[in-house]
């Protein structure tokens, strides 16, 4: 069996963070924890805007930025802006959202003078999951986990990418093993095009960025949360833990993706 693209966060600090760990000194940051200049650094973060711009030309007025909130997409959203690439951002508001997440979005707007564009799903798809399965459902099965990933994230998204041929992530490599082999850029079985601008970025890199140009962020990561997702679905994670283990962390490793990013063999654009 292959290890882990990121085993745990110390893969890509270095030994000498475990001594700035949260238990070890509790007012670390992330930015204390992970920032770190790295070889080709500079080349990573050219490739990237000429990527970002080669999408914005393919594809003018029909791409939007799936910002996530979390730290990749804060950096993708600084780069859009920094370099007035004319690509769309656009979050999903699931309900479910941390009020430090949601507290990201005005912020994002008067920082760059961005208008994020929010896709909450149907109030009564909502009320009706929640009347038939229970608040707690996402923990009773990993059939109901995914339903309610499919009323909070799925429809939202089919909504955000309605009309458009092409959309940008902030996935990464890293960040698991079904990510490990993801291209920059990749055409789905859709035909709509998805472009992964950092996927060979180190979580280094991105808290390098955001030390180096204050870029807003996530003050949940300040908590040891790598991969933030809906509250009922994050907690923090321990030193050694997989990058994504404080996502689903009740269900098997081979289950934990919500569905936005499943591969259904796109092809290499």
């Known amino acids: 069996m292959n290890a882990p693209v990121?085993?745990?966060?110390l893969s890509s600090t270095g030994d000498e963070a475990v001594s700035a760990l949260p238990w070890?000194?509790?007012t670390s940051s992330a930015i204390d924890l992970y920032a770190r200049h790295t070889a080709g650094f500079e080349e990573r973060?050219?490739?990237?805007v000429a990527l970002l711009r080669q999408a914005a030309a393919e594809h003018p007025g029909h791409i939007v930025l799936a910002n996530s909130l979390g730290a990749e997409d804060m950096v993708l959203t600084d780069l859009i802006a920094r370099h007035q690439i004319p690509i769309t951002i656009g979050?999903?508001?699931t309900g479910a959202l941390h009020a430090e997440t949601l507290a990201?979005?005005?912020q994002i707007e008067s920082r760059y003078g961005l208008k994020v564009e929010l896709y909450a799903p149907p109030q009564e798809a909502?009320?009706?999951f929640v009347r038939?399965?229970?608040e707690q459902a996402m923990y009773q099965s990993i059939e109901l986990r995914k339903a309610c990933c499919n009323v909070r994230k799925m429809e939202p998204l089919s909504r955000m990418l309605a009309g458009r041929s092409a959309w940008v992530t902030g996935l990464r490599r890293e960040q698991s093993q079904n990510r490990g082999t993801m291209p920059a850029h990749e055409i789905e079985p859709n035909g709509r095009a998805?472009?992964?601008p950092l996927v060979d970025w180190t979580w280094a890199d991105v808290w390098h960025h955001i030390s180096t140009h204050n870029v807003p962020y996530n003050t949940l990561h300040d908590q040891f949360m790598p991969s933030i997702g809906c509250a009922p679905c994050t907690r923090a994670i321990a030193v050694g833990e997989e990058f994504r283990a404080g996502r689903w962390w009740w269900e098997d490793e081979s289950a934990k993706e919500c569905g936005l990013h499943v591969r259904k063999t796109p092809q290499p654009a």
Do not use: D
């Open 6 to 9: 990121e085993s745990s966060l």
């Open 24 to 26: 070890a000194q509790a």
């Open 45 to 48: 973060v050219a490739a990237t």
């Open 91 to 93: 979050t999903l508001q």
């Open 104 to 106: 990201l979005i005005p």
């Open 126 to 128: 909502v009320i009706q």
């Open 132 to 134: 038939q399965h229970g």
């Open 194 to 196: 998805k472009y992964n």
